[in-house]
């Protein structure tokens, strides 16, 4: 089982990136993939989830608006598109896979994630 995320890069304060999560292992269309963040000395939080059984999307009040969830489900990947990137966006990006859907169970990090990729970093310059 892996996930794989790319796209991470140095970008201005109102550019735009698109990481992608890469998947391989296991049935792709039976989980959600959720991205999540973690800043430098700050928490680990979830910024969008995907279900890749109908294409729901969610997105956390901090992203809403500028960042958008798609999932090609031939090539098992989910794309987060970044829109008016934020100094604030800065982070490490992380997508992680697991059988319940969006917006069920615990919240992160109340509950275990089946799998998850090893980050990719997104810096944006003010």
């Known amino acids: 089982v892996q996930l794989v995320e790319s796209g991470g890069d140095l970008v201005q304060a109102g550019g735009s990136l698109r990481l992608s999560c890469s998947a391989s292992?296991?049935?792709?269309?039976?989980?959600?993939i959720s991205w999540f963040r973690q800043a430098p000395g700050k928490e680990r939080e979830e910024v969008s989830c995907?279900?890749?059984?109908?294409?729901?999307?969610y997105y956390f009040d901090s992203v809403k608006g500028r960042f958008t969830l798609s999932s090609d489900n031939a090539k098992n990947t989910v794309y987060l598109q970044m829109n008016s990137l934020k100094p604030e966006d800065t982070a490490v990006y992380y997508c992680?896979?697991?059988?319940?859907?969006?917006?069920?169970?615990?919240?992160?990090?109340?509950?275990?994630?089946?799998?998850w990729g090893q980050g990719t970093q997104v810096t944006v310059s003010s």
């Open positions: 292992g296991f049935t792709f269309d039976d989980y959600a």
């Open positions: 992680a896979a697991d059988t319940v859907k969006c917006g069920y169970g615990l919240p992160y990090p109340y509950r275990p994630y089946d799998y």
């Open positions: 995907i279900n890749n059984s109908d294409g729901t999307t």
